[in-house]
């Protein structure tokens, strides 16, 4: 079946540091690729999104390219703020018809940023 | 004004009891969720509604049922709550862009049951 495997965190760096956080699918067919972000005590909110291969998604200074050949997407940014701590969730969206797009989510990784 | 909104954000109760969750979206979205978060942040669907068909996890105890009154609603009800249904549940709801649904996620509300 279709899954979703991020890096393991926590993950913490100092302000302004370049972020990584590796993700990577198992998927039939096309998926749509997503990063969720989830702040302390909040809901989810969509960070960004690729819907088909070699997309990138990008948004807040955060960006992600949708890899088919290592069928991944990896999630970016340059130079992390204090407020972007936060917990960062990978997720594919099952598009095929009849599916209605559940999301199938990684583990999650939570980022701690340091002043 | 509040896209997914949930009612209650907290509720505690004891094992045994029968509990709703209420979720309701004011944006138009074809397309209901409930998606259960457990104390580890692991998030798994539970259910995915539209107004033509209802797609239960199969792995979502009987005692789960999903009930929506309209479109703009889908309500979370729970019968003979046991200690592992404690969780945080989200209420999402999404919108067709091309092939691609784009959900959105309500607050969550927080369950304990002692």
């Known amino acids: 079946g279709n899954s979703v495997t991020q890096m393991e965190g926590p993950v913490t760096l100092s302000e302004e540091a370049f972020l990584t956080i590796n993700c990577t699918y198992t998927?039939?067919?096309?998926?749509?690729l997503f990063w969720y972000v989830q702040y302390p005590g909040e809901g989810l909110q969509l960070l960004l999104k690729?819907?088909?291969?070699?997309d990138k998604g990008s948004n807040k200074g955060f960006e992600a390219t949708y890899r088919k050949e290592t069928t991944s997407f990896h999630l970016e940014k340059g130079s992390v703020q204090v407020s972007d701590s936060a917990v960062y969730f990978c997720a594919l969206s099952e598009d095929y018809g009849g599916s209605q797009g559940n999301l199938i989510f990684g583990k999650g990784t939570k980022l701690s940023v340091k002043p | 004004d509040t896209a997914v909104s949930q009612t209650p954000k907290y509720l505690v109760t004891q094992m045994g009891n029968d509990k709703s969750i209420k979720c309701e979206q004011n944006l138009g979205h074809d397309t209901m969720y409930w998606y259960k978060q457990d104390s580890k942040k692991f998030l798994k669907i539970m259910f995915s509604y539209n107004n033509k068909e209802l797609i239960i996890n199969e792995t979502v105890p009987n005692r789960f049922s999903p009930k929506s009154p309209d479109k703009a609603h889908l309500n979370l009800h729970i019968n003979s709550l046991e200690l592992g249904d404690s969780a945080v549940y989200f209420c999402?709801?999404?919108?067709?862009?091309?092939?691609?649904?784009?959900?959105?996620f309500g607050p969550g509300t927080r369950l304990t049951v002692t």
């Open positions: 690729a819907t088909k291969a070699d």
């Open positions: 999402a709801s999404s919108l067709l862009r091309g092939h691609t649904y784009e959900q959105y």
């Open positions: 998927a039939t067919g096309y998926p749509s």
